[in-house]
């Protein structure tokens, strides 16, 4: 299966400032996904990154707020903008492989919003 | 509407119990898919298991096993012999089709405990 490398691993950050979560492949994946993790919560989808074009987003998250890129098949980026303390969770970086059928995860980005 | 409720919260047992982690779903569709990742204290989500709605046969893996029954909607996960390395957070996941990976509904996930 594909290995996912997440930076950073965890950070502390000031309100009002942006943070940007890298997302790096080992292979060339199709699918990209990204996913949020409150404290004690349940897996939500932000967002799927599409190479080449605006990422599709899920209710309840916009693109001023989670700016994402992906500008090749192994890389994306997520930037959390603004940061207010509610965005204190566990930024997860995810990728579908087309017949392994599995969806796969990075190590996450654990972010704290002071 | 799709739905995976994990009804426990937080499970502790002593090391070597026997312990199951219950999951029930909800789906329209016929054709589906059941997973379970595992999401030790190091945040990652480990991939377990996946099971495919045609195929109600349980599974086996060392002292993992899984009990699929359409009948109730579930997708038990047992552990036998606990071990402390269990110790994690077991999400069970429902897919509607094998390559909509965004179709992905997680329940709420069930903290395990596991006391030397």
């Known amino acids: 299966s594909a290995v996912i490398s997440q930076k950073p691993s965890r950070d502390i950050c000031q309100r009002g400032t942006s943070l940007t979560i890298q997302c790096q492949v080992d292979?060339?994946?199709?699918?990209m996904f990204w996913y949020r993790q409150q404290p004690g919560q349940s897996l939500t989808l932000i967002a799927t990154a599409n190479q080449g074009s605006e990422a599709t987003y899920e209710s309840g998250f916009v693109i001023d707020k989670f700016p994402i890129s992906r500008p090749n098949l192994t890389f994306s980026t997520l930037t959390v903008s603004n940061m207010s303390p509610e965005d204190s969770s566990i930024y997860l970086c995810?990728?579908?492989?087309?017949?392994?059928?599995?969806?796969?995860f990075g190590a996450g980005s654990r972010l704290t919003v002071l | 509407a799709q739905k995976v409720t994990q009804a426990q919260t937080e499970i502790s047992v002593v090391e070597k119990e026997d312990v199951t982690l219950d999951c029930v779903y909800e789906?329209?569709?016929?054709?589906?898919?059941l997973f379970w990742y595992k999401q030790p204290p190091s945040g990652e989500l480990v991939f377990l298991i996946r099971?495919?709605?045609?195929?109600?046969q349980n599974e086996i893996s060392g002292r993992y096993s899984w009990n699929f029954q359409k009948s109730t909607s579930s997708f038990n996960f047992t552990i036998t012999a606990s071990q402390v390395v269990d110790s994690a957070v077991y999400f069970c996941?429902?897919?509607?089709?094998?390559?909509?990976?965004?179709?992905?509904?997680f329940g709420s996930g069930t903290k395990l405990n596991v006391k030397p």
């Open positions: 292979s060339q994946v199709t699918m």
């Open positions: 995810s990728v579908g492989v087309s017949g392994a059928n599995v969806l796969t």
């Open positions: 789906t329209r569709d016929t054709t589906y898919y």
């Open positions: 099971r495919n709605s045609f195929d109600e």
């Open positions: 996941a429902l897919s509607e089709a094998l390559y909509n990976f965004n179709k992905f509904y």
